[in-house]
């Protein structure tokens, strides 16, 4: 039974558009990130937060917000889509010392 | 910075014995993870470790040499699910995990 959950799951969606990634946690964790990752390759850091009203941007935060109104709710939002941003995005929660709990993912296609 | 190296690829034997390796180089180190992630899936959690020495978990143990930035992870009793990609992550000052690009396990019967 998953703890942290992302919708949608999949997503196409045409240039220009906003759309907002949505990502819930049960676990009160305080820390949650948003990952981005392409077939075989490494996890991109796009943004994390350490708890309510704090957020931080990571190495590809330039095109998105986040927003940590809440302790269970994490959402990303891309202002305007475009292909490049065609991808995985990985949300996850963490307490510290502890490993990361991923959710399902949204795969996301721009057109 | 942090730099995080392991191989692209390892094939083994179903019932075998595989290591991955993993080397890093991060700032203020305070840890490294290892997790598993099959295709189309998202990565799970299967060890942390933080000081010098062997964590064994069931089939799957992890080592971790500080002083010489190296870990690896060891698979026993290799089983065709365990075929999965698996990312080796070290963690630094800022406590926020650096991922490498992970190893693809091929498991063959």
């Known amino acids: 039974e998953a703890d942290i959950y992302q919708t949608p799951r999949y997503l196409v969606i045409g240039t220009g558009k906003k759309i907002t990634l949505e990502c819930s946690q049960t676990?009160?964790?305080?820390?949650m990130y948003w990952y981005q990752q392409d077939p075989g390759m490494e996890l991109h850091l796009i943004h994390y937060s350490y708890g309510v009203n704090s957020t931080e941007k990571g190495d590809l935060s330039s095109e998105s917000t986040v927003s940590r109104i809440r302790t269970e709710h994490f959402p990303l939002t891309l202002e305007s889509a475009r292909p490049s941003h065609t991808s995985q995005y990985l949300c996850a929660s963490s307490v510290r010392g502890e490993g990361y709990t991923f959710g399902s993912g949204t795969r996301l296609t721009v057109v | 910075g942090q730099n995080i190296d392991q191989p692209t690829e390892m094939t083994a034997t179903e019932g075998a014995i595989v290591q991955i390796n993993c080397t890093y180089q991060?700032?203020?180190?305070?840890?490294l993870f290892w997790y598993q992630q099959h295709a189309g899936e998202a990565p799970t959690f299967l060890s942390y470790?933080?000081?010098?020495g062997l964590e064994e978990k069931g089939r799957f143990s992890s080592f971790l040499s500080r002083s010489k930035g190296y870990s690896y992870l060891l698979l026993k009793e290799l089983q065709m699910k365990d075929s999965a990609s698996y990312l080796c992550?070290?963690?630094?000052?800022?406590?926020?995990?650096?991922f490498g690009r992970g190893t693809s396990l091929i498991v063959h019967p």
């Open positions: 991060t700032s203020g180190f305070n840890g």
């Open positions: 992550a070290a963690s630094g000052g800022s406590y926020i995990p650096t």
């Open positions: 676990m009160g964790h305080d820390k």
């Open positions: 470790n933080v000081l010098d």
